[in-house]
């Protein structure tokens, strides 16, 4: 089996992630079901990062050791990711003893071969980044990344000789020219930091303790993003010294799904620091954009922030991630309003698929007493179905394969709307009124049976469970697996004559109606 390996960001451990937070881990996971699909051998990696300066602060606040809020907050995580069917294969923590000693030795080993110095360093200090920036880089003399408060700070620390390499950095990116998605946040990367030239970045702080000990100079912590970035390979068994087998097998990393506001750290730190270690680098890195609430960030502060669980509870699971997998387009931010979520819900989850879904059954049940019907010979409508249902396949594949997510579940929707009209033009109602006109109508049922297959197969990956459900309704006596893999989307015609569909289909999605947010979520 080809091997596929697929990570998220890891999340900083301070607070409970809200549902933007979410988004890396809810596409990671719906790439990695799909590669499982199509017979791949995936490994999916997410964690935490539960180092620096936020997290020893937070914690003294609240009377506590660091690594115990860290554990606490990193629970929350794992039990927000569980409620919105994430399923990892591997959940890192940076506080993991493995990890430590793995980013000690690597920082050891650059430090000998000259890429880490000492030096000393002043500049304007973002505490929630845990970056330092110069003037120039200031967007409204804020934090460009989370346009929050910086700081002056001057203190005694090690650096990363990134400008080094900034020759083969460039020459990398034009060797590989998808290395980044989307093409903007390349072009970004390019003129914002490489054009004016690459500046050697701190990667040590002795203002606190809370961090893995510089080896050589233990009042020195190593540096979050040198810390955090190695987490993907020490998860597999990175080791300075010696490569475990699972890392051979798996690194360099297919895809690293980050939010763009760490774009820079993951394509120009995070390459030049596996370079220096005579690592290889990864293949592509998916920098999607923010999902707003309405046009503004979320913030506790403002009351504005919506919890994944915390929707899930009242839409479903499944339901939460389809609406964050629709509706963040590739290179520009995404939106999400209470009232959003309740429109689309009810537009394509309950009206469309949910609706398509159960009155096709109802009606195989009502004029064929629940077994599907025959093909029969199909006329040039079937046909055109046919072929819309299998330009679907190569569309969504296309789509995924660029990360276009948001395209690819417009495209699978897209088929659930022409079977709906599939419906309107065909009539079965009017086809059972005249025994004539029976066999076709068989071939109607047939059709549309075939096109919910194909649906189910191809919402799989976003909506699991949704998916099984379909699957379940259909052939609720025996198992049928084999008509629900991708490789079966090959052929439109797989279904069996005469096996029964349930007798009595329960809707996917009931219209939401009225206010579904009950109480307030708390900001």
């Not at 010696?242 to 760490?262: F, Q, T």
């Not at 040039?380 to 396949?393: D, G, N, Y």
């Not at 919402?459 to 893999?485: C, R, S, V, Y």
Request: with cysteine.
């Amino acid at each position: 089996m080809k091997k596929y390996y697929i990570t998220t960001a890891i999340p900083y451990a301070s607070q409970k992630p809200h549902i933007g937070n979410c988004y890396d881990h809810v596409v990671t996971d719906m790439l990695a079901r799909w590669k499982r699909m199509q017979g791949y051998d995936v490994w999916f990696l997410t964690g935490t990062d539960e180092h620096g300066q936020k997290i020893e602060t937070l914690a003294e606040k609240e009377g506590v050791s660091p690594k115990e809020y860290a554990d606490r907050v990193t629970s929350g995580m794992q039990a927000v990711f569980e409620c919105i069917g994430v399923r990892y294969d591997q959940f890192i923590r940076t506080t993991d003893s493995h990890h430590e000693k793995a980013v000690a030795a690597a920082f050891q080993k650059l430090y000998d071969q000259g890429d880490i110095y000492k030096g000393e360093y002043e500049g304007l200090y973002c505490t929630p980044c845990e970056s330092f920036w110069t003037q120039s880089q200031l967007t409204d003399g804020k934090c460009p990344d989370c346009g929050r408060d910086v700081v002056p700070a001057k203190e005694e620390a090690y650096f990363l000789a990134l400008s080094k390499y900034q020759g083969w950095l460039e020459q990398y990116f034009d060797e590989h020219p998808d290395f980044i998605v989307p093409e903007s946040r390349k072009n970004e990367m390019i003129n914002t930091f490489l054009k004016p030239g690459l500046q050697d970045l701190c990667v040590t702080r002795s203002s606190f303790r809370w961090g893995v000990p510089v080896p050589f100079d233990p009042k020195h912590v190593i540096y979050v993003w040198i810390d955090a970035l190695l987490n993907y390979v020490t998860a597999l068994g990175y080791d300075a010294a010696e490569n475990s087998e699972a890392y051979r097998k798996y690194w360099p990393a297919d895809l690293h799904v980050i939010g763009k506001d760490i774009c820079r750290f993951h394509t120009i730190t995070w390459p030049i620091l596996l370079h220096a270690l005579g690592e290889p680098i990864p293949r592509r890195v998916f920098a999607h954009p923010w999902l707003l609430f309405g046009k503004d960030k979320m913030s506790k502060s403002r009351g504005n922030v919506i919890y994944a669980d915390e929707l899930a509870e009242r839409i479903g699971a499944d339901a939460v991630r389809y609406y964050v997998l629709a509706e963040m387009p590739l290179a520009v931010d995404g939106s999400i309003t209470r009232e959003a979520v309740a429109e689309r819900y009810n537009a394509d989850l309950a009206n469309t698929l949910g609706n398509l879904v159960n009155r096709t059954l109802a009606m195989t049940n009502k004029y064929f007493g629940g077994e599907i019907p025959f093909a029969g010979t199909p006329a040039e409508r079937e046909r055109q179905l046919q072929s819309f249902a299998l330009e679907t396949v190569a569309l969504v594949e296309s789509a995924l394969t660029e990360c276009r997510i948001a395209d690819a579940m417009e495209t699978i929707m897209a088929l659930a709307k022409r079977l709906n009209k599939y419906i309107d033009e065909t009539m079965p109602w009017a086809l059972a009124k005249d025994e004539e006109k029976r066999g076709y109508l068989g071939t109607v049922l047939y059709h549309l049976l075939e096109g919910i297959r194909y649906l189910a197969v191809l919402f799989a990956p976003a909506m699991p469970e949704t998916a099984q459900k379909i699957a379940g309704q259909m052939f609720p006596d025996f198992g049928a697996e084999q008509l629900f893999t991708w490789e079966s989307l090959d052929t439109f015609g797989q279904l069996t004559p005469l096996v029964k569909v349930t007798p009595t289909p329960v809707p996917l999605f009931a219209r939401l109606d009225g206010d579904i947010w009950e109480t307030e979520t708390e900001g």
